[in-house]
């Protein structure tokens, strides 16, 4: 089976409106390179298909966030 390398990345910013207020922002990058992930071989003794990667793990996934404070 090869192996997995996923690079994964964050950024995070505040904005304060004053004391006690403000603002979370968050973007979030899940296999930022979108590499693809074979994690599945077929064991099947089929003629066509024996030991064929068959399945991929998830692509690339972003997450945006927002959040008040207060």
């Known amino acids: 089976m ?10 995070f910013k505040k904005f304060p ?10 973007w979030e990058n899940f296999n930022l390179f979108n590499h693809t992930q074979f994690n599945q071989v ?9 030991l064929h ?3 991929t793990h998830d692509g690339r996934r972003m ?3 927002l959040r008040f404070y207060f």
């Open 2 to 11: 090869p192996g997995r390398l996923n690079f994964d990345f964050g950024l």
């Open 17 to 26: 409106i004053n004391e006690k207020t403000g603002f979370d922002f968050r």
């Open 42 to 50: 077929n064991g099947d003794l089929g003629p066509s298909s024996f």
């Open 53 to 55: 990667l068959t399945n």
């Open 63 to 65: 997450q945006l966030g």
